[in-house]
C-alpha cells in the first residue's frame, strides 16, 4: 500500500459524508494512522469525532493527497481553501464530486495540480463499491496507484481512457444501486400482486438480489451463462424472461433508456 507515504506526509479529506466516512473507515481499518488525516467537515458525525483524526484543524503544507468529497453544489465555496495545496503540484488532488470537471477544479486550484475524477458509488459504504478514474495530464503512474490504493480500500477500481466516459460512468454504476433497490421493490410488488404478503414478498426479493448478486461475483462464468443455467426449457424462469427479454418493451431496451437519461443529467450537471 501507499500509506506509508501519506503517514509521513499527511491527508486532507474535504467532506465527510457518507461516502467520505466509508472510505475513511476502510483506510482506517487497513491501518492509516488516524492522526494523519485531516477532515475539514462542518457537521461532523460522533463517529468522526470518535475516530482519532484531525478534525478541523491546520491543514499539513503539503499532504500527499487531499481528498474532495463535498457534494458538487458546495464544491464552489469549499474548494477554495485549499488552493494553497495546489501551488508546485506536491499534493494530489482526487475528487469524487459529480459533474465537476478536471478543468473547472484546475480553474481553481491551478494548472500544474495533478487533479483525478472518481466516480464511486454506495456500497462503498460495505466494502463493495466500484470506482472508476481518470486524471489529467498532471498525474504520473505513482500518482494514481495511490488513488487506486485508497479507493480499492472501499471495493474496485477501473481507469478510464479519458474524462469522456466518466458520464457513462455515473449513470451505470454510480447510479445503478438505485435502479437495482428499485428492481427489490418492483420483484416485491409482483410478489404480493400474486397473493403474497408484503413483507414475506421483500424479504424473498432481497434474499434473491442478494443471492444473485453474489453468485455473480463468485462465478467465473459470465451473466449470461449464469442466466441460460438457471433457465428449463419451457420452465417457469423462460415464461418470464420472454417478457423481460422483449425487444422493445423488456428491460434491455428499457435499462438503455433509464442509462441515457441518466448520461445526458449526467452532462448537464457538468455544464
Known sequence: MHFDQIARKGMVLLGCGKMGSA?????????????SVHVL??????????????????????????????KPQVMGAALPGLVALGQGGGTLFVSIAA?????????????????????????????????ALVGNAQVSEDDMALAEALLSAVGQTVRLQDEEQINAVTALSGSGPAYVFHMIEA???????????????????????????RLAADSVESAEQLRINVTSPKGTTE?????????????????????????????????
Open 99 to 131: 459533474g465537476t470537471s478536471l478543468a473547472r477544479l484546475a480553474e481553481t486550484l491551478g494548472a500544474e495540480a495533478p487533479i483525478i475524477r472518481a466516480m464511486p458509488n454506495t456500497p462503498a459504504a460495505v466494502g463493495a463499491g466500484i470506482s
Open 239 to 271: 415464461a418470464a424472461l420472454s417478457v423481460l427479454m422483449d425487444d422493445t418493451s423488456g428491460l434491455s431496451p428499457l435499462m438503455r433508456r433509464a442509462i441515457a437519461a441518466a448520461r445526458a443529467r449526467a452532462q448537464d450537471l457538468a455544464q
Open 23 to 35: 472510505m475513511l473507515a476502510g483506510w482506517l481499518k487497513q491501518g492509516l494512522p488516524a492522526t
Open 187 to 213: 420483484m416485491a410488488g409482483a410478489g404480493v400482486a400474486e397473493g403474497l404478503e408484503p413483507d414475506l414478498a421483500m424479504q424473498l426479493a432481497r434474499a434473491t438480489v442478494i443471492g444473485a448478486g
Open 41 to 70: 467537515e462542518p457537521a461532523p458525525s460522533d463517529w468522526l469525532r470518535a475516530s482519532g483524526v484531525v478534525l478541523n484543524g491546520d491543514l499539513p503544507d503539503a499532504p500527499a493527497v487531499a481528498i474532495l468529497a463535498v
